[in-house]
Each structure stands twice: as structure tokens, then as C-alpha cells.
């Protein structure tokens, strides 16, 4: 009944699981660091929903079971070659699970000077 978030900057573990229940989650690969060139995810979500957010380039190979529920096969667009595999396995009973490609938003680092009109 409650959620979780892992965003910004952060090593992926070269395995991972993911529980929701009654509640929802984000994990966001889009400014995480690779540890390995294969990443597994278990992703398990009842009655919850869960999205899982990866960086254009990145490669994704998901197979999970929705039951009452959606967990999502297929991800749009395609990985580069040689870039990091994501391979995203689980169960959804009552929930969803969801895998997105989403670009990196561009930071302005500099901060701009304030003008006067």
C-alpha cells in the first residue's frame, strides 16, 4: 500500500527484484550506471503497477505473465548493438508492469543569468 522510486544516479546491480502490492514502483536506468553487460530483473507486482524506464540505446528482452492484469511484451524501438541487456522476467496478478524507452531530459548545468525587462 505504498511505492517505490529508484531514479538519478545509481549502479544496477547485475540482479534485481521488483515486489508492488497494492502500491506502485519506477525504476529509471536512464542515469544509472551499467555494472554488467547483462542485467536481470524480477519484477512482481499484485493488485500494483510498476514501470521500469531504460535509456534509448539500451537492448530489452522481456517474458512475464499478466493474469486479470498486463505485463508488457514488447518495448518500442530497438537497442544499439553492443550496449547493455536488460532482460526483464516476472508475474502480474491484478497489476501491470510496464517497460519504456524514454530519452534522457537535457540538464543545463550553467546557470543562466537573470535579466532585466
Known sequence: MSGFE????WNIPKRLTTFALF???????????FTSPDVEI????????QTILVPPEVNVDVHGVGVMGAFQQKVAGQGTPGAPCVHVRGFSLWGRVNVKRKKRKHRTDTPQPDRDE
Open 42 to 49: 524480477r519484477s512482481y507486482s499484485i493488485c500494483g503497477g
Open 6 to 9: 529508484r531514479r538519478g544516479r
Open 23 to 33: 502500491g506502485g514502483g519506477v525504476v529509471d536506468m536512464r542515469y544509472a550506471d
